[in-house]
């Protein structure tokens, strides 16, 4: 545990938030990746090809892993153990029959690449408009997992979530399982 | 032409006052910053035009309301001259002025053996007339960056995630409308859902103020002292920070 340094910038001192929210998101997305708005409505979180992850304590080095499941991978699995935290992510988010596809940076909360769902609508401004309603949706399901980390990172449940998460990098990671020989 | 089915975005929160979009002030406001084309030699110019046409600096509710949004876009022009090209242009310059020197010593009396040369202030001279000329025939760079701000949530997104550009567009909102743009980093979006939890009764704010860093791997003693190791393949970088 390090103490943070004072609020100075816009990270409010914490530049370690974001790359914890994506993380136990990672975790999250692979135990239960459900979430559900105040209404009942669900949003499916599925991580997807490309992780990448920097150390906090040793070297501080990143890990990328770009090729087919980087999520299923003994590498992630060991950068995780190692202490690195994920900076940023390619993420599916499903909701109802719409999915969106993007790479969240962690630190800033930087949103890239994010694919919206083909919009429906007679003329230009029509699937303008349906773009910016799919784009305000994406945001709210975004807010809606980060408010959901929050309500468990800031309270004594943590600790508790804390060691499922570490239990869970510690577990062999589905590449491994399937290849026991060789991780052994 | 505005599109978003692909973006990458920033996002930020106005503090200040901003006028609405559906009143004249705010397409004033734009029109008093709007883009203007390069002059002279200017190497940047930058200012608003229209989300739907860089070329277009006319504001008003038809070019900018896009449903709940305001839709304009940072146009930001660049033009420098290249270091190698101006070297090169500036050898020739020179050989010619010194050839020229030594062709006119010959010709005068006594002259022929007089090592010739350029002084200090001729070659800076040459050096900015030629750097003048080129500036002003060379092609600038043009970019856009579309903004979409929600007047009533008081939300911008500023469409491109490249450092310089969100700097430049942060500038140039606040020299316009005299509000800040405050980004939207997983701390300052923090501290709003958790306000927003806080009227329902539950303040977890204090202990957002209070965080540690986790560390999601066991702290051992081997492994606080061993340098991260990942196994390399294919599909694995690893990267000094």
Not at chain 1, 43 to 52: K, M, S
Not at chain 1, 142 to 153: K, N, S
């Amino acid at each position: 545990m390090i103490a943070r340094a004072p609020a100075a910038d816009d990270l409010g001192g914490v530049d370690y938030l974001g790359p914890e929210f994506l993380t136990w998101l990672w975790w999250r997305a692979e135990v239960d990746p459900c979430f559900r708005h105040d209404d009942g409505t669900e949003v499916f979180i599925h991580f997807d090809e490309h992780l990448e992850f920097r150390g906090e304590r040793a070297a501080a080095r990143r890990t990328v892993l770009r090729a087919g499941m980087p999520g299923a991978s003994m590498e992630a699995r060991a950068a995780l153990r190692s202490g690195k935290s994920l900076v940023a992510a390619r993420i599916l988010m499903a909701r109802d029959e719409d999915e969106m596809r993007f790479t969240l940076r962690a630190e800033n909360m930087g949103i890239s690449g994010l694919k919206l769902p083909a919009p429906e609508g007679e003329t230009r401004e029509d699937r303008l408009l349906a773009c910016l309603d799919a784009q305000d949706q994406f945001v709210e399901d975004l807010d809606l997992c980060l408010a959901t980390f929050l309500r468990v990172r800031c309270t004594e449940a943590w600790d508790a979530e804390l060691e499922r998460v570490r239990a869970w990098g510690e577990s062999p990671s589905p590449d491994e399982r399937m290849q026991p020989a060789l991780s052994s | 032409m505005l599109t978003l089915r692909t973006q990458s975005f920033c996002r930020y929160r106005i503090h200040g006052d901003v006028p609405s979009p559906y009143r004249d002030t705010f397409h004033e406001r734009l029109k008093e910053r709007r883009f203007l084309p390069l002059q002279g030699e200017e190497e940047r110019a930058y200012g608003w035009a229209t989300a739907d046409n860089l070329l277009v600096t006319d504001f008003h509710l038809g070019t900018v309301l896009r449903g709940e949004y305001a839709a304009f876009s940072l146009r930001v022009d660049k033009r420098r001259v290249n270091a190698r090209l101006l070297r090169a242009h500036f050898d020739l310059e020179v050989q010619a002025r010194l050839k020229a020197a030594r062709d006119d010593g010959a010709g005068a009396e006594g002259g022929g053996r007089r090592r010739v040369k350029i002084g200090r202030d001729e070659r800076r001279e040459l050096r900015e007339g030629l750097r003048s000329e080129m500036l002003k025939n060379s092609t600038p760079s043009v970019d856009a960056y579309t903004i979409l701000l929600h007047p009533k949530r008081k939300i911008v997104h500023v469409l491109t995630l490249g450092r310089a550009a969100n700097e430049l567009v942060r500038l140039h909102f606040r020299d316009t409308f005299e509000a800040e743009l405050v980004p939207l980093t997983p701390w300052q979006r923090s501290q709003e859902i958790l306000e927003a939890d806080a009227l329902g009764g539950t303040d977890l704010r204090p202990a957002l103020q209070d965080l540690r860093r986790t560390d999601f791997g066991r702290v051992t003693a081997t492994s606080a002292a061993t340098p991260d190791r990942t196994t390399p393949d294919r599909s694995t970088e690893e990267v000094p920070s």
